[in-house]
């Protein structure tokens, strides 16, 4: 049963920029993780300053495999120039884990 992690990310309005542009430099980072399954960020449009950060996973230990490699090194690292790691652009994150148990898809015409 696929799994769908949101991390909610709380972001200043004076960091929203550096912030999709950050996920925009790594897009397709994630993708060729073994089961992966989808990907979204998720900007507010309603005065909230959380943006979603949504990934769905074939299952729990492919998430947990992501975690502990690829996602780990990423965030580890400095930046190309071998120089100190950014500041977060986000000031705090909450990770939500759901079971996907209801799924359905536009019926094809």
Do not use: C
């Given at each position: ?21 950050r ?32 990934t ?15 996602m ?35 019926k094809?015409?």
């Open positions: 049963m696929s799994v769908v992690k949101i991390n909610v990310l709380t972001v200043p309005a004076e960091q929203r920029e550096t912030l999709e542009k996920f925009a430099s790594r897009a397709r980072t994630v993708e060729s993780s073994d089961g992966f399954e989808w990907f979204e960020l998720l900007r507010p449009v309603d005065g909230t300053d959380n943006y979603l950060v949504y769905r996973w074939r299952d729990e230990e492919s998430f947990q495999a992501w975690m502990e490699g690829p780990k090194a990423a965030h580890q690292g400095g930046d190309a120039a071998g120089g100190e790691r950014p500041r977060p652009a986000a000031s705090g994150s909450t990770l939500w884990s759901f079971e996907v148990v209801q799924q359905a898809a536009p094809s015409e």
